[in-house]
């Protein structure tokens, strides 16, 4: 592991972040809590993402305030050998276009947030011989960041487990999200229906919804359990008709824009177990169940839940194994016994860092310092 950071001297040296990669909306919205609080501590710093042109950065970051630019790369894994030879031959030219952007921009640091688009900035930055820190929000480091660890100077890390992968390189940090979910009481509610949140992301997750769904039959419409679902846009209708045939009330939404608000109100959150995910369920100090996503690249979703489960802060469902009526009496289990949820509840708190954000912008100070 890195060691101490070394006292700050007077000034910032942070004043250009180039932001590489981000292959999902919760790693971008990582880096925007990064980019806010950088604005917050320091007076006139600017930002650049730089990410895949079919990614969802091209929308999410320009919407919040940010500049964006797209390189023209793909994947490798998982994606049939044409495109990944197509991937190979864009390489070149990925990486022509990255020294070219980073030479017009001046970053003071590069900061990989994964993903395919991440490596020929992470790369071109190397051979220019900006200090390049990589952000690894999961257990497991996914393709990108387990080949760039010999290529930077360190990689802030979320959980102990994932420091092997990065050795001297690492620094256990948290991961950043939003300060609104640090606020969030961990208590539980003693009286009355527990109240549980179901996402699945923000574009939802069909399976999760069906779940849920197929659980309700054996659920009481007026017992322990009142639900708040946010659906997506795709499955809105069909879940929210859904309910009405149960004689369930409950609150259904296609998208929750304010999520902190909505995890205080929650005692218990179903949700899958991508990185952001599990950082916002940390910070607020929820309980949790997990349906990882079985497909998710590397199985990392299911190494990310199996973290929170051996630290007693969570519960793990495999979404093939599953049916609506052992999820029902799993509900009403939990639902009756708010001792445990309260055991829950702290042991995921104890896994939060609250000042991950200060940590990563001491880290960038630092590695900025020694170049």
């Known amino acids: 592991m890195l060691g101490a950071t070394p006292p700050r001297e007077m000034g910032s040296m942070i004043k250009r972040v ?49 500049r964006f630019q797209t390189l023209n790369i793909g994947g490798f894994k998982g994606v049939g050998l044409f495109r990944a030879a197509v991937t190979l031959l864009q390489i070149p030219g990925s990486l022509l276009s990255s020294r070219r952007m980073i030479r017009a921009f001046s970053p003071s640091i590069i900061v990989g947030l994964g993903g395919y688009s991440s490596g020929p900035i992470m790369l071109a930055g190397k051979a220019l011989g900006l200090p390049g820190l990589l952000i690894e929000p999961n257990v ?23 420091a092997r992968w990065f050795g001297k390189k690492s620094r256990l940090t948290g ?44 659920l009481s419409p007026t017992g322990e359990l009142k639900i708040v679902h946010q659906t ?51 910070a607020a100090g929820r309980p949790s169940i997990l349906i990882p996503l079985p497909h998710a690249t590397d199985d990392h979703q299911r190494i990310n839940a199996r973290a929170l489960v051996q630290k007693g802060a969570a519960l793990s469902l495999e979404e093939s194994e599953t049916t609506g009526e052992e999820l029902a009496r ?22 939060a860092h609250p000042d991950s954000r200060t940590k990563i912008i001491e880290l960038m100070e630092e590695l900025i310092q020694q170049r």
């Open 18 to 66: 180039l932001f590489a990669g981000g292959g999902t909306g919760g790693h971008i919205f990582m880096a925007v809590a990064l980019a806010r609080e950088l604005e917050k501590q320091k007076t006139g710093v600017e930002f650049l993402f730089v990410g895949a042109r079919k990614g969802m950065g091209k929308d999410i970051v320009p919407a919040l305030g940010f």
């Open 140 to 162: 497991q480091p996914g393709f990108t960041n387990r080949v760039l660890k010999h290529w930077v100077d360190a990689a802030a890390v979320a959980f102990e487990e994932t």
């Open 175 to 218: 991961i950043p999200v939003r300060q609104e979910f640090h606020q969030v009481s961990s208590k539980i509610s003693r009286d009355g229906p527990l109240c549980m949140l179901v996402f699945g992301g923000s574009q939802g997750s069909s399976p999760i919804n069906q779940l849920v769904c197929e659980a309700l039959p054996f």
């Open 232 to 282: 997506g846009l795709t499955d809105y209708l069909s879940v929210k008709k859904k309910y009405q045939q149960a004689g369930f009330e409950a609150e259904v939404i296609d998208f929750i824009q304010d999520m902190p608000a909505y995890f205080s109100r929650a005692d218990l959150i179903l949700s899958r177990a991508g990185a952001s995910s599990v950082a916002e369920i940390a």
């Open 330 to 351: 799993l509900l009403v289990e939990l639902a009756q016994n708010r001792d445990r949820l309260d055991q829950m509840a702290q042991a995921s708190r104890e896994l």
